[in-house]
């Protein structure tokens, strides 16, 4: 008796948990859903309205960041992918430091984001945000020598931005170049398996 007794309770209970989460999941799932589209909106809403009134920088093509446009008298040492760059290292021709304090241009119209020196084997950090096609694009620009824009600056297409450095002699002078469709990434580490928000800059420039 006692043991059809137990039976009979547990059957309820049971009963009572799956009508629980009839009820609370399909809820649960679509508040969500809703918060993570309303954070995904909020998070672009900023530059959506920085391009919104300043409509002169939206982008409308690419060049290349040196020897603009086309990179005549520079050659990418390092491509895209190869031994896990997340970049491309674009250096001149003379090799060496035959290159530093050489200009650095805005491959694109755009806003920037951070422009600031992060030490390590970053040295001067330039980032900038494109609004492209309705959507967001980031360059970055690694081991300046200088800057020579700040955050906030809204700048065009080939406007000198910083020159070639080498992280305070780090390396021999080299432009690390790296595009992102991922605009909120951490810098990084430079090198990586995972491309995830990552493109081929050669490959973007030359398509855009």
């Given at each position: 008796?006692?043991?059809?007794?137990?039976?009979i309770?547990?059957?309820?209970?049971?009963?009572?948990?799956?009508?629980?989460?009839?009820?609370?999941?399909?809820?649960?799932?679509?508040n969500?859903?809703?918060?993570?589209?309303?954070?995904?909106?909020?998070?672009?809403?900023?530059?959506?309205?920085?391009?919104?009134n300043?409509?002169?920088?939206?982008?409308d093509?690419?060049?290349?960041?040196?020897?603009?446009?086309?990179?005549?008298?520079?050659?990418?040492?390092?491509?895209?992918?190869?031994?896990?760059?997340?970049?491309?290292?674009?250096?001149?021709?003379?090799?060496?430091?035959?290159?530093?304090?050489?200009?650095?241009?805005?491959?694109g119209?755009?806003?920037?984001?951070?422009?600031?020196?992060?030490?390590g084997?970053w040295?001067?950090?330039?980032?900038?945000?494109?609004?492209?096609?309705?959507?967001?694009?980031?360059?970055?620009?690694?081991?300046?020598?200088?800057?020579e824009?700040?955050?906030?600056?809204?700048?065009?297409?080939?406007?000198?931005?910083?020159?070639?450095?080498?992280?305070?002699?780090?390396?021999?002078?080299?432009?690390?170049?790296?595009?992102?469709?991922?605009?909120?990434?951490?810098?990084?580490?430079?090198?990586?398996?995972?491309t995830?928000?990552?493109?081929?800059?050669?490959?973007?420039?030359?398509?855009?």
């Open positions: 008796m006692l043991k059809s007794i137990h039976a309770l547990i059957f309820f209970i049971c009963l009572s948990c799956i009508e629980q989460t009839k009820v609370l999941i399909p809820s649960q799932a679509s969500i859903l809703k918060k993570d589209v309303s954070v995904a909106q909020n998070k672009y809403q900023k530059y959506d309205s920085l391009f919104k300043n409509i002169d920088f939206i982008a093509s690419f060049d290349y960041p040196v020897g603009i446009p086309n990179a005549k008298g520079y050659y990418n040492a390092q491509k895209f992918g190869e031994n896990l760059h997340l970049g491309d290292d674009w250096n001149g021709t003379g090799g060496g430091n035959s290159d530093l304090g050489d200009p650095i241009y805005a491959i119209n755009g806003y920037v984001s951070f422009s600031e020196n992060i030490g084997g040295g001067n950090v330039i980032r900038v945000i494109h609004q492209y096609n309705d959507k967001y694009y980031e360059s970055v620009y690694a081991h300046c020598e200088t800057i824009v700040q955050k906030g600056d809204f700048i065009h297409k080939g406007t000198l931005i910083g020159t070639i450095g080498n992280a305070g002699g780090m390396y021999w002078a080299h432009l690390h170049l790296e595009i992102r469709d991922d605009i909120f990434m951490d810098i990084g580490g430079g090198y990586a398996k995972n995830s928000g990552y493109l081929d800059p050669t490959t973007f420039i030359k398509n855009n």
